[in-house]
């Protein structure tokens, strides 16, 4: 824009306009005695010329087309967006379309820059949600006893109005929650140096704008150690959660395991087989025990149980392969207890679904490492399953006593 607000002296623009035609000492140094003398007179005759036309009041082009300029943008000022089209369209009238040009170029400019610092003023303005109106809405939800459909009506109108006023936050506020800044102290004054820092940017302060740029990559390190934080917070949760879940696991399978070994211990010729099925049909007998604990059992190793036990064992690795494999086993050892069965195989089988309760156990407390898992498994790869011995019970004659004794049918 240089002429348009900027103007030379006529003094200057003469000198401009007199200096091509004047020989320089430097060129008549070069020059024979004869032309110096010619490049002396016409140096002084250019020189008297140009100050018989200042006397005359005569101007140079260049001061007339200055003058013209410097006539339209009298008292135009610089940011005055208004006053600067009026010039330009001076300069239409007059022809002259390239400084027409550049002038409504610059008042384009200038209303940029005023509406951005504008909407950043807007943005930085606090916007809460109005108080008045939410006052209202809980003095109205009082009226109802909690719980009641009126009561949760007026609650979802007020967590609308919040949620509306959450939404209208600025795009500074919405980054300090993200950082977690919550200090209102802190919040105005960052938003009021934010601000500032703006409306210098706006004004072409090349200072104001790093200062800026700082400001937002200091609030992009701070959300993103705020949200590692929260990721390392979570993980801590979830890892307290998976212990504590199976904590209660082993507390609860170890219960199992006690259970299981009473009933090994209960596991006779007068509880299991014939007999046993016969006199669990009569109270205050040890079949009955055995059956109230193999139901106990059979309870524990159900669907549910199993699924929460998946849940809270490893994954992955040798331990994942064991636990999943112990699992599995359960499942199939349910059917596998019941009390008509020989006392030699239903002992076997309880001490099969002790066995994987135990190796279960060693895994969820940590008691096994990958190492212990990864052994067990190589040791089953050259066993061969063992297939139950299944035999006919026959009854002893001090079976045969009982029996008789409370189930004789007369």
């Not at 390392?232 to 904590?247: G, M, Y």
């Not at 299981?260 to 016969?278: F, H, M, R, W």
Request: proline share 4%.
């Amino acid at each position: 824009m240089a002429g348009l607000f900027d103007y030379q002296s006529p003094e200057n623009m003469r000198a401009a306009r007199l200096d091509p035609l004047l020989v320089s000492p430097a060129q008549m140094g070069q020059q024979p005695l004869l032309s110096q003398l010619v490049s002396q007179m016409s140096n002084a005759g250019a020189n008297l010329g140009a100050a018989g036309a200042g006397m005359l009041g005569l101007q140079l082009p260049e001061e007339a087309e200055q003058q013209r300029v410097k006539d339209i943008m009298q008292g135009v000022a610089q940011d005055d967006a208004v006053g600067i089209r009026a010039a330009a369209e001076k300069f239409v009238r007059l022809g002259d379309t390239q400084r027409a040009n550049a002038l409504m170029e610059k008042a384009n400019n200038i209303d940029d820059r005023a509406m951005a610092r504008q909407k950043f003023e807007l943005d930085m303005k606090p916007k809460p949600f109005e108080p008045t109106k939410v006052a209202k809405l809980l003095n109205e939800q009082s009226k109802y006893p909690v719980g009641s459909p009126g009561f949760v009506a007026y609650q979802g109108a007020i967590d609308k109005e919040t949620a509306a006023a959450e939404g209208s936050k600025s795009s500074l506020e919405k980054n300090m929650d993200s950082a977690g800044i919550t200090d209102p102290k802190q919040r105005q004054a960052m938003a009021q140096k934010a601000l500032n820092l703006q409306l210098q940017a706006n004004k072409g302060d090349q200072t104001a704008m790093a200062a800026l740029t700082l400001m937002s990559k200091q609030l992009d390190i701070q959300i993103a150690q705020q949200k590692l934080e929260q990721a390392k917070e979570k993980k801590k949760v979830a890892a307290s959660a998976k212990v504590q879940s199976a904590s209660a696991e082993a507390y609860k399978t170890n219960n199992i395991l006690g259970t299981i070994t009473k009933a090994i211990g209960q596991t006779g010729g007068n509880t299991t087989g014939v007999v046993g099925a016969a006199l669990k049909q009569v109270p205050g007998t040890e079949a009955v025990d055995l059956e109230q604990n193999l139901l106990t059992i059979k309870a524990n190793i159900g669907f549910n149980e199993l699924t929460q036990m998946r849940k809270d064992s490893p994954t992955g690795g040798a331990l994942g392969q064991v636990s999943d494999m112990e699992n599995k086993a359960l499942q199939a050892a349910r059917g596998s207890l019941a009390q008509e069965q020989s006392p030699g195989q239903l002992r076997e089988n309880l001490k099969s679904v002790e066995e994987s309760y135990s190796r279960w156990m060693k895994v969820i407390t940590g008691e096994w490492t990958e190492e212990n898992a990864q052994n067990y498994l190589d040791s089953l790869k050259n066993k061969k399953a063992e297939q139950p011995k299944a035999g006919k019970v026959v009854p002893t004659a001090e079976q045969n006593t009982l029996i008789q004794k409370y189930l004789k049918v007369n």
